[in-house]
Every structure is written in structure tokens, then in C-alpha cells.
């Protein structure tokens, strides 16, 4: 049996098991964990800092929160953590653990499956090794209410293939012109190549909310005219803060370090309208949506 076969295989199997529900449920109750993507156009833009301190954000909030690092090779989220991993999502791909014997804790009501820095054969997964992936993800989806995915920068096949699964994707944007041109790449290719329409943009290091919402319509009225169809969310922003640079020197999130300095009171923020918004009524979030998605856009 080839890969795709046994990823449908998967599909199928899954879609047997849970045959009593709806595929139109919209409701978080049974549903599965939301999967969100946080993605950029670009390096250097925070990612990473965002994940870790939305989690942290949304376990304040009493839930239980799942971040895999899948910034294959380059990984650094448990740094944001200051945790120090044995084990990594290699170990699984290589048949030596389990996905749930190398999560962490990152803090209490935040679990993270690490990744491995430096290990370039992480950075282009063969199907195979996303078919092992996602049998593993499946034993976690009642485990947990958020799954995020902080993904590479850039549009790779491995970035691509992360975005495309989850529910929803936010893409991290600053007021640098290069951001701004690197986001608009992205959502090109992903709206082009990939059928995805919908985006959520997170406005981050920048001055106030004028300069976010000066970046957010510059970046819709381009999509408007070039790109029929996409829909851009605002999502929100984060402001320069000196806090935040300062907190990851000390390898401690911003949130949990500075709880009242405009960075963590604005993720929160962030936090609350994700929570507050519907599910998408084409997403469960749970492992037969991920697999559907990323084989759908195969064939």
C-alpha cells in the first residue's frame, strides 16, 4: 500500500469511529482540539514568542493547550519555556518513542512536543514520515482544547503542508516592508496553490493600533485586488515593548513575567476573541479533519 493509500486508509478509519457525529459541528463540546497554525512570510518577526505566550493566555483561561513545534531543525520554542527536552519529534519519526513519551511540560496547562534543532533531514518530511505524524496526533485529540502549530517561516513544502492542515491560520506580520511582502507571498500561494481562503493576521512590534490597522489594510486592499476570494481577519496586535526582549533573555514568556505590561495584556486579548470566535463548520479539529485537508489537496 502506497502512502497516500494508507493516509486515506487513516481517513477512512477515523471517519468509521466517529460516525455519530456531525461533520457540521460547531460547538468546542466533543469537537477535538481547535488546530491553529501560527505561521510567517519571514524569520524574525516573533512567531515563536507569539505561540508561547497565546498558550500561555489560553490555559489562564482553563484550557489545556498542545504547541508542536514544527519549525523542523530550527526549533525554539522550548526555549521561550526555558525547558531543556531529552527527547524530540525525531525520536518518533524514527520509530524509537512515542509522540506522547517526548511531550513536556511547558507550564501547567501547556504541553509541548519538541522539535530538533539542527537536524536538516526534519526539514523536508517525506509522506511517510507525515503519515507516521499524523497516526500519532491521533491519539491526542481528546487530550487537549488548543492545538497550536508554530510553524517554519516561509512557504516550504513542510510550512505549507502544516498550514493547510489545521483549522485556522494566523499569520504574524510586522511593519517592516519585507514582512509585509513575505506575508502577502504566502497567503498568494497558499490562496493559489493550496485553496486556502481564509487568514487571520497578527500585527506584532508595532507602534500602536493606528500603525497594526495601517499595515492590516494596505495588506487587504492588495489582496482584494489580486487575489478573488481571500478573507483577512484581524486578529489583533502587539506593540513594541521593551518587556518582551527582556523576558526572552531570561527564557521566561512575556505573559507570565510582565502580566501587566501592554504585550501581555494585549495577547490576552488575542486569546479571548479566538476563544469568542466559531469554529469554521468544515473543521472538527480533530485527526480526520487533519488527515482530509492535507489528502483533499493531493489528489
Known amino acids: 500500500m502506497d502512502q497516500a493509500s494508507s493516509l486515506r486508509k487513516i481517513v477512512k478509519d477515523s471517519a468509521n469511529r466517529q460516525g455519530s457525529k456531525s461533520s457540521g459541528e460547531a460547538s468546542s463540546s466533543g469537537a477535538g482540539p481547535r488546530v ?17 505566550n497565546l498558550a500561555l493566555a489560553m490555559a489562564d483561561m482553563g484550557k489545556k493547550v498542545l504547541i508542536l513545534d514544527a519549525d523542523l531543525g530550527l526549533a ?19 520509530g524509537e518513542k512515542q509522540l506522547k513519551e517526548i511531550i513536556v511540560e511547558g507550564r501547567p496547562g501547556v504541553r509541548i512536543i519538541p522539535a530538533g534543532s539542527g537536524f536538516v533531514n526534519l526539514t523536508h518530511l517525506t509522506d511517510g514520515e507525515k503519515l507516521c505524524l499524523l497516526s500519532e496526533f491521533e491519539s491526542l485529540e481528546d487530550d487537549f482544547d488548543y492545538f497550536l502549530i508554530d510553524t517554519g517561516a516561509g512557504i516550504s513544502e513542510n510550512v ?4 493547510v492542515a489545521a483549522d485556522e491560520c494566523i499569520v504574524v506580520v510586522t511593519p517592516e516592508p519585507t514582512s509585509v511582502t513575505d506575508a502577502y507571498a504566502m497567503i498568494k500561494v ?15 512590534m508595532v507602534k500602536d493600533e493606528r ?22 481577519e484581524y ?14 533573555r531570561q527564557q521566561q514568556p512575556f505573559v507570565t513575567l510582565y502580566p501587566e505590561a501592554l504585550s501581555s495584556i494585549n495577547i490576552r486579548k488575542v486569546a479571548r476573541q479566538l476563544e469568542d470566535a466559531p469554529r469554521r463548520l468544515d ?13 483533499d489537496l493531493r489528489e
Open 160 to 163: 505549507t503542508y502544516f498550514n
Open 36 to 52: 491553529i497554525a501560527v505561521t510567517s512570510g519571514k524569520g524574525g518577526v516573533g512567531k515563536t514568542n507569539v505561540v508561547g
Open 190 to 204: 497558499m490562496s493559489t496553490q493550496h485553496g486556502e481562503k481564509r487568514f487571520k493576521l497578527l500585527m506584532n
Open 211 to 232: 500603525e497594526a490597522k495601517a499595515v492590516f489594510l494596505n495588506l487587504i486592499q492588495v489582496a482584494d485586488q489580486y487575489l478573488g476570494g481571500v478573507v483577512l
Open 283 to 295: 473543521a472538527n479539529g480533530n485527526i480526520k479533519f487533519f488527515v482530509k485537508r492535507y489528502m
Open 235 to 248: 486578529c489583533g496586535f502587539l506593540p513594541r515593548d521593551e518587556k518582551v526582549p527582556a523576558a526572552v
Open 76 to 94: 525554539n520554542i522550548d526555549i521561550i519555556f526555558g525547558v531543556h527536552p531529552d527527547f524530540n519529534i525525531g525520536h518518533v519519526l524514527s
